[in-house]
């Protein structure tokens, strides 16, 4: 009590925990003494080895056939492992069959033990039976194999045999023989035709995670753009996807499809690319996708087919998380509308929309409700949800209300497969077990005929793809079951007694709410949301961001985000990102600060598109902040111009501003839709107004003086250079005049002596009694002119230039 006093009370005393160290150790010192002495000891080194039944592992590998008839022959091989540290010497591998199961509960009951038991196992068969090993050393192992005709294995009336294979031996420490290992597993027997079988349902999933970002490349095709290339795997030979379609197309089941899956490798038949670091790098796996839909289709064909909403949302976490955000219930319903016409388009096949599967079969009156909010009318639960207290497994389908319809599939053959089933061993024990719970189903009641719903687990490794086929076809001869659709199971005639009270919030799993998305996730599907209804009223083409955004929200809230808590966030922070990034190539250029010297002037404001389509609808408002100073047009605080722009291009939008006082305005300028609501950031800046005062005015007129004296005397100027160039030219002329005339009086003188020489020549010929050739006698050449001729005037010519103007004889 002191003790405890002290831990509930203050802090104790440094002498106190010094004595209650010292008393600790004091007490812990034999025990310390003895852990020491623990290697040596030998029967803890025995408790390490295991004894008993359990010292050698039976591992049963095949059992053919799954289901034997009356005649077969039971064919069982496998492995046998000596775990202990002393060989095993005289081993016999025996077969023990029986006791007859009754009811599930003792099937899950024989499945869960692992030891010998004398008074539950029965005697080994012995005889030819058996497999013998000689010696089978420690830590090694032996094959074997087991055949037994059927007809020897005691199988009285028809029903389920708990069927065991073990070993006995002796070793050195145990000379006398018995059970050193034991593997159970179960045996079906119904040599003849049920007369009232059970309907089975089993549901094929196709479901994968989400792969496609919302980035498109900037092509006419908008390019997808992969988050990675990892579904092309899957899609291979050999992959989960692919395995899944070629099994499935040979099968008795109903193909539950999520839309996602198909639209993503439709995009891959064709051009893609995929995020490699910073860049991205064209996908090269056309071929895979167009070989695995082309299989798809011809599986799909003739079978009824169930189409989730698209992206197979997590409706627990919207249901649960999803409903303290706004707006994250509207999500469903365009993902249900799209995921019709998503498989129609892909599959020329129409399915159902009408079912919604939330994780696990899983419900709670809210699951339901959001289940059911975007037009399903069926849910598809767990028995392990919806309880029933009956002795029986009664039919799946029941009405809880509203006009829905639930579909409770069986918990336990839906987690049947649901561990590893890479092992031989595993693989064969659950395809027992899944055989041996149908029979026992149908046993039950033998005169109340069931429908039974098998949901499996939504994705499915390849290996458990193999082992569900498998026990499919060991139900294939049908003798006490029968395949039936979902839709028609859905439409069974309900049980009366089958529990119809959907469970509380406070009976949904723990385990499965720890993994559900979290508020944040819905939150953020709301804000790329509202950032989209804002971007699209702006665009030209708005399909082209509508519809990778749309799909990627969708995509937000998936089934496969579960247990992936990292990589569901940060794919949704990329896609916000890229939306942020996209609205923000339509802004404002950044202007710097204007002078504003008058009464008014021009202000612009450009807006830059970057986009490669055109935005229209836009507005863009600039405000003064201070209208006693600055107004816009006519004269209000606020200016609004319409706003229309191609992609690619910038538009300068022009507001008419008047000045009303001195000082600095600052200015806004904020794009707006069409509906009044904000477009980006908005853009600030300063208006400084200067008022034109009389000073100014007249230095502005003493400027404008200036400057027309100026012209004045440059015009002036210009005059008399061109009248000095005019008389210039003149002078040219005159002189030229002057020496043409010159010319022309030399040659007057030259025809003057030629008259001179010929009168003389003429006188001379009188003289001789010669007369003149033309008849002209001495007298008249002798004569210079007739006396009524008026004497000529040849005054001197000067040799100045003539005045301007002035004209000159020659």
Request: a negative charge; hydrophobic letters at 40%; proline letters at 7%.
């Amino acid at each position: 009590m002191a003790e405890a006093a002290d831990i509930q009370g203050s802090s104790p005393s440094p002498a106190r925990r010094w004595l209650r160290r010292t008393a600790s150790l004091a007490a812990a010192a034999p025990l310390l003494a003895g852990l020491i002495q623990v290697p040596s000891a030998p029967a803890a080194a025995a408790a390490e080895e295991p004894t008993g039944s359990r010292t050698v592992d039976v591992s049963l590998d095949t059992l053919a056939p799954s289901a034997p008839m009356e005649g077969d022959t039971l064919t069982i091989t496998g492995t046998v492992t000596n775990n202990g540290r002393q060989p095993v010497s005289a081993a016999t591998v025996d077969l023990r069959v029986g006791p007859r199961l009754s009811s599930r509960s003792s099937i899950d009951e024989a499945a869960g033990r692992t030891g010998y038991r004398s008074d539950s196992d029965p005697a080994a068969l012995g005889g030819a039976y058996t497999f013998k090993i000689p010696q089978l050393a420690s830590g090694l192992s032996t094959d074997f194999t087991l055949s037994v005709p059927v007809a020897k294995l005691g199988l009285d009336d028809a029903g389920v045999y708990q069927l065991g294979v073990s070993l006995s031996g002796q070793t050195s420490s145990q000379p006398s023989d018995r059970v050193l290992g034991i593997e159970r597993t179960f045996l079906p027997w119904q040599p003849e035709a049920a007369a009232k079988k059970t309907q089975i349902t089993y549901l094929w999933p196709l479901i994968s995670s989400a792969r496609v970002s919302a980035e498109t490349a900037p092509d006419d095709q908008q390019t997808p753009v992969f988050e990675n290339d990892d579904l092309a795997a899957e899609l291979a030979p050999g992959g989960r996807l692919e395995r899944l379609v070629s099994l499935g197309k040979e099968l008795p089941v109903t193909w539950v499809l999520d839309p996602d899956l198909l639209a993503t490798v439709d995009a891959m038949t064709r051009s893609y690319s995929v995020k490699s670091g910073t860049e991205t790098v064209p996908g090269r796996n056309q071929a895979v996708a167009e070989q695995w839909l082309s299989s798809l289709e011809k599986a799909v064909s003739g079978h009824k087919v169930v189409s989730l909403p698209f992206a197979d949302p997590d409706l627990a976490s919207l249901a649960h998380r999803g409903k303290d955000v706004s707006g994250s219930l509207g999500q469903l319903k365009p993902a249900t509308e799209v995921a019709r016409t998503t498989v129609e388009t892909i599959l020329h096949v129409t399915p159902s929309t009408d079912f919604a599967w939330p994780v696990e079969g899983a419900v709670d009156p809210s699951i339901v409700d959001v289940a059911t909010s975007a037009g399903a009318r069926k849910v598809i639960a767990r028995s392990d949800s919806l309880r029933d207290d009956l002795t029986y497994t009664p039919t799946a389908a029941r009405p809880i209300g509203g006009g829905t319809t639930a579909v409770v599939a069986d918990a336990s053959l839906s987690t049947v497969f649901s561990s590893d089933m890479t092992r031989a061993e595993a693989s064969t024990l659950a395809v027992q077990r899944f055989l041996a719970q149908t029979l026992a189903i149908t046993q039950q009641a033998p005169d109340k005929p069931r429908s039974i719903v098998v949901a499996p687990q939504r994705m499915p490794t390849a290996s458990q793809a193999q082992t569900m086929a498998t026990a499919l076809r060991g139900l294939a001869p049908q003798r006490w079951s029968q395949s039936l659709d979902l839709i028609a199971a859905s439409a069974a005639r309900p049980d009366p007694r089958a529990t119809t009270k959907v469970p509380s919030a406070s009976r949904y799993p723990a385990k499965l709410r720890k993994r559900e998305l979290p508020v944040e996730a819905f939150r953020d599907m709301k804000t790329t949301q509202e950032q989209l209804d804002s971007f699209k009223v702006i665009l030209t083409m708005q399909y082209r961001v509508v519809t990778p955004f749309g799909n990627a929200i969708s995509r937000m809230m998936s089934t496969s985000w579960r247990g992936q808590a990292p990589a569901a966030a940060l794919y949704r922070i990329e896609v916000l990102d890229y939306l942020q990034g996209l609205t923000e190539e339509v802004r404002l250029i950044e202007k710097s600060d204007l002078t504003l010297s008058g009464r008014s002037a021009t202000i612009p404001v450009t807006v830059q598109n970057k986009l490669l389509q055109g935005v229209d609808n836009l507005e863009l408002r600039l405000t003064s902040t201070k209208p006693t100073r600055l107004k816009l047009n006519d004269g209000e605080a606020t200016a609004a111009q319409p706003v229309k722009i191609d992609g690619g291009h910038s538009q300068s939008v022009k507001f008419t501003a008047s000045a009303n006082a001195n000082g600095p305005v600052p200015m806004t300028a904020q794009l707006y839709t069409e509906d009044g609501k904000p477009y980006g950031r908005p853009m600030t800046f300063t208006v400084k107004v200067s008022e034109i005062t009389p000073t100014v005015m007249l230095v502005i007129a003493g400027g404008v003086l200036l400057l027309v004296l100026a012209g004045v005397r440059m015009y002036s100027q210009r005059k008399r250079a061109a009248a000095r160039n005019a008389e210039a030219e003149a002078q040219a002329e005159a002189e030229a005049e002057a020496q043409a005339e010159a010319e022309t009086e030399t040659d007057t003188e030259t025809e003057a002596e030629t008259e001179v020489d010929t009168e003389a020549e003429t006188e001379a010929d009188a003289d001789a009694g010669v007369e003149p050739e033309d008849g002209t006698d001495a007298a008249e050449a002798d004569d210079p002119g007739q006396p009524s001729d008026p004497t000529p005037d040849t005054g001197p010519e000067s040799g100045d230039p003539s005045g301007t103007g002035e004209k000159v004889d020659r």
